[in-house]
């Protein structure tokens, strides 16, 4: 059995005291009195985003005054943003739903909105920095359309210049989406709104059968006539899916695999079968990230020694803040400005090109807030053809 070092054991138990409901296990003079390095376990729950529930935890059992008065202002604050946040996020899916329920489209919350009504229901708050929905793909047009038309924008427009992103999309199939979901957004509000989702993982995609998913999914009429959950099951593998994406993930990310298979009794042996449905490259990560969690629920809560494989994992979870992301596919340079003309073949394709230099994407500069946007898009074009003379002569 192998240790961690008494900061991550501190947090690895608050998170055993939420997945099991049960009082913080610890012998609490002894622990306040090991000199812990407080600052560094309320750096990591921040960047973890677990700072909320560990000063929930704290605060319910009274502990939070043993500590210096600097960091129980930092967990006092942390508390409260982590309320108020949760606060906002969840009347802002219920505006989306009901946008999409004034035409009867379906939508599935996923992760944060999800997890706070099924699995945390005995904590205040659930932590999000953004919104998840799943719609149907045959509901994807006309669920854009009712966004637009409710102010949403792509978040992710890459051009300030009109019609260049659809013929970026057109000449160049690769670049188009192919992670089965668009980023939106509207003021503060990020939206992802998923159709088929994919998850990379070793640099090549999986994906989940989501006619599947649809058919077991659960009618949640608390939040709507149109909102449905995932089956317990589906919620386990696409959580464990998007948690295997991350090069380093989060410890939220383990904390919410792990309160969906505690309430629901969803065992690492029942998903097995789902898990073998995965493609093989994917499996073993699978696998390994789903028996480190259950060892999490199993083991005692005075204890915190785990197997050797399990130790690994929450090692490599721990040291995230020292082990950038995945890189992200960006489009090929040569994709970008007049380079594209070479990769258009219509005549009239190349014409429209380039008469959008002259005109403004309205998405970008919604999403930038700009009030003029041909004010600032022919000023942009005066201040970069002036740059480019001087350059050349």
């Not at 999000?128 to 949403?152: C, H, T, W, Y």
Request: net charge positive; with cysteine.
């Amino acid at each position: 059995m192998n240790r961690l070092q008494p900061e991550k054991e501190f947090i690895l138990r608050c998170m055993q005291s939420l997945i099991s409901g049960e009082h913080l296990c610890l012998q609490t003079d002894s622990i306040f009195d090991q000199k812990l390095d407080w600052d560094w376990i309320v750096r990591t729950s921040y960047n973890h985003r677990l700072l909320g529930f560990l000063s929930f935890i704290l605060a319910k059992q009274n502990l939070v005054k043993k500590l210096e008065p600097r960091i129980q202002a930092r967990l006092k604050a942390g508390l409260l943003k982590s309320y108020w946040k949760h606060r906002r996020k969840q009347k802002q899916f219920q505006d989306v739903s009901r946008i999409l329920n004034t035409k009867g489209i379906r939508v599935i919350p996923l992760k944060g909105v999800a997890l706070s009504h099924l699995v945390y229901d005995d904590v205040p708050f659930r932590v999000m920095s953004d919104i998840d929905i799943l719609v149907q793909q045959n509901d994807l047009p006309e669920s854009f359309r009712l966004l637009g038309k409710a102010g949403f924008c792509d978040r992710e427009a890459q051009s300030k210049n009109r019609w260049h992103q659809k013929i970026y999309a057109e000449a160049a199939p690769l670049y188009q989406n192919n992670i089965g979901r668009l980023p939106l957004t509207r003021k503060d509000l990020e939206l992802d709104v998923h159709f088929d989702p994919s998850y990379r993982i070793q640099q090549r995609h999986v994906e989940m059968d989501v006619t599947g998913m649809w058919q077991r999914a659960l009618h949640f009429p608390n939040l709507g006539s149109n909102v449905y959950m995932l089956h317990p099951r589906d919620q386990v593998l696409h959580l464990l899916l998007h948690t295997a994406e991350f090069h380093c993930p989060r410890l939220i990310q383990a904390l919410d695999i792990a309160r969906v298979m505690e309430k629901y009794s969803v065992h690492a042996a029942d998903i097995a079968d789902e898990i073998k449905l995965i493609p093989p490259f994917a499996q073993s990560t699978l696998g390994t990230f789903v028996n480190a969690i259950q060892e999490l629920i199993d083991i005692e809560s005075n204890e915190a020694r785990f197997s050797q494989e399990t130790t690994e994992v929450f090692e490599r979870w721990f040291s995230r803040d020292s082990i950038p992301e995945e890189s992200v596919d960006y489009p090929p340079k040569d994709f970008i400005g007049l380079e594209m003309l070479k990769k258009i073949r219509s005549r009239w394709k190349r014409l429209i090109f380039v008469a959008g230099y002259f005109l403004p994407n309205p998405d970008y500069y919604r999403r930038k807030q700009y009030r003029f946007s041909y004010l600032a898009h022919w000023s942009g074009l005066i201040s970069k053809a002036w740059r480019l003379g001087r350059s050349k002569f």
